[in-house]
């Protein structure tokens, strides 16, 4: 069974662009997060997608976004891009139909705002 | 956002030696993760916990869900070189929709002298 795929795994934009990330999820699983990491810091929580439908949302700005389409794979959006925008974003994937599903993560893609 | 309190932050041993850390929250989880991350790599699911007082083995990996239900700890025992990385914890909870979100913890960073 194939995990996660995240697409591109490295990205380098210049600030004031825009980048889309693309996010496969495991076969089968419907809901998809995505979190941004930053060097020392945790997972910061930006957004759950289930069932094309936005289900929980982070504090981060407007510029962030995103969507899933049918066959649940997720993109993320990031406009305006900022020198700080500089992370790991992660995708995960977990089933539905039961409230303690886990989370499978994906090898994130690694953006840097130069 | 919401975020688990994680100790330690960081540890460095010796090869052999049994390492423990653990999460706390002023929340009641229903569900404790405990995941392991490699540099630029993203976080692999190493226990997942589910009932209050459970406890879990996973080979040298031992974590429990505490009984109150607001903390969790994993220990690993008898450390070798690649144990090295960060573990973060992750507490499940329903949200006031019924939705699963998971709140994160900091990390502890583990360096493992041979």
């Known amino acids: 069974k194939a995990g996660v795929t995240q697409t591109p795994r490295y990205l380098i934009k210049t600030r004031g662009q825009q980048v889309t990330l693309s996010c496969s999820p495991i076969?089968?699983?419907?809901?998809v997060s995505w979190y941004q990491q930053t060097p020392g810091q945790g997972l910061q929580f930006l957004f759950e997608?289930?069932?094309?439908?936005?289900?929980n949302k982070g504090n981060f700005p407007g510029r962030f976004s995103g969507r899933q389409f049918s066959n649940s794979r997720s993109e993320m959006n990031v406009s305006t891009l900022e020198l700080g925008d500089s992370a790991l974003y992660l995708c995960?994937?977990?089933?539905?139909?039961?409230?303690?599903?886990?989370?499978?993560f994906g090898q994130g893609t690694r953006l840097t705002v130069v | 956002g919401q975020q688990l309190n994680q100790s330690p932050q960081s540890m460095f041993i010796q090869e052999g030696e049994d390492v423990s850390m653990n999460c706390t929250s002023s929340?009641?989880?229903?569900?404790w993760l405990w995941y392991k991350q490699d540099p630029g790599e993203g976080p692999v699911l190493l226990i997942a916990l589910y009932k209050a007082g459970e406890l879990t083995s996973n080979g040298r990996l031992t974590a429990q869900f505490g009984i109150t239900r607001k903390d969790s700890f994993l220990n690993i025992s008898a450390s070798i070189p690649s144990d090295v990385g960060i573990y973060f914890c992750a507490g499940q909870s329903l949200n006031a929709g019924n939705n699963r979100k998971l709140i994160w913890g900091l990390g502890t960073s583990l360096a493992v002298n041979p």
């Open positions: 997608y289930f069932s094309e439908t936005q289900r």
């Open positions: 076969s089968g699983h419907r809901s």
């Open positions: 929340s009641i989880f229903n569900t």
């Open positions: 995960a994937s977990s089933t539905v139909g039961t409230v303690l599903g886990e989370a499978f």
